[in-house]
């Protein structure tokens, strides 16, 4: 895969899957613009705001002139319906879906040939544990916003969503029941992430585009019922 020269735009890329993301890029020879609400030596934004991501636009075309790929990582609220304010509940799917559609449209005259987008979902964009709901909603949503860029984008770029289960940012490694109870037998990490967006933004993929690949070590093909196999539901 030969990044050379490419520029890779990664929201949240400070910490976690995102920086896994930008790093892997970096040590391919791309140059990586970030922005993130934590400060650091990047872009520091709230990307839920409008004229943030104007002014982030703004930046990374004045200093490359176009984009070759936006992956859109940056991790919305998590909050549930007991306790998930209208405000909170804006604010996520601001960052998680708002963002990177207008991301997308202000890069789009803008990207090169060959471009990609990569939206970061989640498996919970088909599954859920309770109080979960500005994430989850956030995250079906952009899986949804993937296939439409992919049409709306056809012949110029391909747009696709990769859904994460659960990924230690941490890299600890799980051993018993946390690490068996998923059929690829461990806990992933955030290379399990970056490995699969750098593949998807290669010419290998070329034929790839407004799918949503699940990498979450088999959990979701998994049927779990009340005293099969060993399961048990404490009520």
Request: hydrophobic share 40%; proline share 3%; net charge negative.
């Amino acid at each position: 895969m030969d990044f050379d020269n490419k520029v890779a735009v990664i929201t949240g890329g400070a910490h976690g899957i995102g920086k896994a993301i930008a790093d892997s890029f970096r040590s391919e020879g791309a140059a990586v613009e970030i922005i993130d609400i934590a400060p650091g030596d990047h872009y520091t934004g709230d990307i839920s705001r409008k004229e943030t991501l104007e002014a982030f636009a703004s930046y990374v075309l004045d200093k490359h002139g176009h984009v070759d790929y936006l992956i859109n990582n940056a991790l919305p609220l998590m909050k549930g319906i007991s306790k998930c304010s209208y405000e909170e509940f804006q604010y996520a799917l601001s960052v998680g879906i708002t963002a990177p559609f207008y991301l997308s449209k202000l890069f789009s005259e803008h990207f090169g040939k060959g471009s990609v987008i990569i939206n970061i979902s989640s498996s919970r964009d088909r599954m859920s544990q309770p109080q979960t709901e500005s994430y989850t909603a956030a995250k079906g949503g952009i899986a949804a916003l993937t296939h439409a860029l992919a049409v709306s984008f056809s012949g110029k770029l391909r747009v696709n969503s990769i859904s994460p289960g659960w990924i230690d940012t941490d890299y600890r490694e799980y051993e018993g029941a946390d690490a068996v109870q998923q059929p690829s037998g461990r806990v992933g990490n955030p290379m399990d992430i970056a490995n699969m967006v750098l593949f998807l933004c290669s010419e290998k993929a070329g034929f790839i585009t407004g799918e949503n690949i699940c990498i979450d070590g088999g959990m979701t093909k998994q049927m779990i019922y009340h005293g099969d196999y060993g399961w048990k539901l404490e009520i």
